[in-house]
C-alpha cells in the first residue's frame, strides 16, 4: 500500500470552529489531492497541489484552504466549520507518470454539529 | 471525457472470476480506461488502467475491445474481500494540474460465500 497516512481518522467539532486535516506521504509523490465524499455526491476534489507551495482549487473549494509547505505534507483547513462540511475526507498522492493513478488516504471522518 | 456506463450490481461466487463489464461508447483516441475500487469505509483504489492493449497486474486484468468502445475488468479469483464498488473511468491521461478523478455509481460486487 501507498505511504499515505490521514489524521485525524475521526473529529467532531462545533459550527464555527477552525479545523484542520493532515495528510502525509512517505512516497515523495508530486501531487497531492483533497477530496470529500458525501451520499448521492460521490467524491469531489477541494484542492490539489503540484507542488511544495503550490496549489490550486478544484470543484467545491468554497470554506477551505490548503498549504503544503514540505513534499510529505498537505493540510487541509476549515476556517470556520458548517454542517455542510460533514464528510468523509480522502487524501490522494499520484506521481508524474500518470496523474489518474492516484492513490488514496485512509479518509478522515468528520462530524460538524 | 467520455461517458462510462456500468451495470448496477452483479454478485459472484468465491474462487470464480468476477468480470465487470463497462461500456464507454464515446471514449476518444488518446482517452484512457481506469478502474478504481472502493470497499465499504476504506479510501478508493486504484486497480489497473489501459490505453488498448491488454493489461494483467498482480490485482485483475483489463480487456479491452478492439474498437475501445467497451472494457471488462477480470479478478481471476473473486475473495470475499473483493466485495467493493467498481468503477470504470475515462480519462486523458495527463500530468496537468486538472487531474481530478471524477467517479460515477460504480458496479456493487458481491462475492458470496
Known amino acids: 500500500d501507498a505511504g499515505i497516512t490521514q489524521s485525524p481518522r475521526h473529529k467532531v467539532t462545533e459550527t464555527g470552529t477552525p479545523v484542520t486535516l493532515r495528510c502525509h506521504q512517505t512516497e515523495n509523490h508530486r501531487y497531492m489531492y483533497w477530496y470529500r465524499q458525501d451520499p448521492g455526491h460521490g467524491l469531489r476534489l477541494i484542492h490539489y497541489?503540484?507542488?511544495?507551495?503550490?496549489?490550486d482549487k478544484g470543484e467545491v473549494s468554497d470554506g477551505y484552504s490548503v498549504s503544503r509547505s514540505k513534499t510529505e505534507d498537505f493540510l487541509l483547513t476549515l476556517e470556520s466549520a458548517t454542517s455542510s462540511q460533514t464528510s468523509v475526507y480522502f487524501c490522494?498522492?499520484?506521481?508524474?507518470?500518470?496523474?489518474?493513478?492516484?492513490?488514496f488516504g485512509p479518509g478522515t471522518r468528520l462530524t460538524v454539529t | 471525457d467520455a461517458k462510462t456506463t456500468q451495470p448496477t450490481s452483479m454478485d459472484c461466487a468465491e474462487g470464480r472470476a468476477a468480470n465487470l463489464p463497462c461500456n464507454h461508447s464515446t471514449i476518444s483516441g488518446n482517452e484512457y480506461v481506469y478502474w478504481y475500487r472502493q470497499i465499504h469505509s476504506q479510501g478508493p483504489q486504484y486497480i489497473i488502467h489501459g490505453l488498448k492493449n491488454n493489461e494483467t497486474n498482480e490485482m485483475a486484468s483489463l480487456i479491452i475491445t478492439e474498437d475501445r468502445k467497451s472494457s471488462t475488468l477480470i479478478l481471476p479469483h473473486a475473495t470475499l474481500r473483493d466485495t467493493a464498488v467498481y468503477y470504470c473511468?475515462?480519462?486523458?491521461?495527463?500530468?496537468?494540474?486538472?487531474?481530478?478523478?471524477?467517479f460515477g455509481k460504480g458496479i456493487t460486487l458481491s462475492v458470496r460465500p
Open positions: 497541489s503540484y507542488g511544495v507551495k503550490d496549489t
Open positions: 490522494a498522492i499520484s506521481g508524474t507518470v500518470s496523474s489518474y493513478e492516484q492513490y
Open positions: 473511468i475515462v480519462r486523458v491521461s495527463d500530468t496537468g494540474a486538472n487531474s481530478k478523478l471524477t
